[in-house]
């Protein structure tokens, strides 16, 4: 079993991951913090899934709030004492908070995501048509704050179909969304479905670590009219889209926003949003240049 110690005790917030040291959480919200005059840090943890409940042990008694990202969104869920009902309905957790001792679960993926729409292609959710390639974590809260917001059509494709079934039986649960599901495989499917959505999300974790690899056959997302890459740092999708003149953004908006929305629900102010986009740019910039 792991131990987990601080090296600054000024860490009270902190992002937690397998893989994690590519997050640029740290950047963002450091320069947030420290526009706002607090002299907490945020630091990161590498967490193996074997090691969460260890970790939520070690939270309760040293932090006061941590994001979760890549694979562990899910497996939080059991370790929290409370979970807000936007988290619980997407049953997906991105940001914890630490009130005495107890550990309360928020999803602000969504959030994100729908102010980095609205930033990026002015796509408003209500009445809207959107297809997301993935069904995990990400996906999931994508899904369920697009349908919480009044999309009309929601197509799921995912490269484990049953999880995209599941997700799509979930979201139609609701009774006010048409949500399908498709493997990323069927090529036919997909061209007929990605010019009708306004906007296609790619949720999936390919091109994480490989900038080359790609959920799905490019050529399949050509007629789309916006692609929205969750991925932060340029991926092979986002080249494509780029040559393609199809409009397209990368995930650091939903980044952005998610982070800026997190570090709300712990400090209870605005956050810094010029200063946390500054440090997100030049972190951006600067693992550009291999430094
Ligand atoms: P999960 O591990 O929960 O889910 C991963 C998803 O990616 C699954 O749908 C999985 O499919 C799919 N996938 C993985 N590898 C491949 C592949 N080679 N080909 C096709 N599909 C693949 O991760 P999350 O949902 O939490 O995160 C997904 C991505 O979104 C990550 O890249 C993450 O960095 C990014 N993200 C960005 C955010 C932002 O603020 N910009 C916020 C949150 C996430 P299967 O089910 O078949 O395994």
Redesign the pocket.
Known sequence: MAQFSLSDPATCYAVIGDPVAHSLSPAMQNAALTALGRPERYGLFHVLEADLPAFAEFARKNLAGFNI???H?QAIIPLLDAVSPEAAAVGSV?TVTVRGGRLHGDST?GY?LLAALAESFGFRPEGGSVLIL??????QAVAGELARHGVRRLVIA???VA?AEALAARCAASGAVAAEAVA?TDAAALRRVVPECEVVIQ????G?KDRE?V?VEPAVLRGARGIFD???HETAIQRFAREQRIPCAD??G??LH?GAKSLSLWLGVPAPLAAMKEALDGAIARRARGE
């Open positions: 990202t890549v694979p969104k991105n993926d994100g993935g069904a995990g974590g990400a996906a995912n490269r484990t999880k990323l949720a999936t974790s390919a994480l690899q959920p969750m991925i932060y995930g650091r939903m980044l998610q």
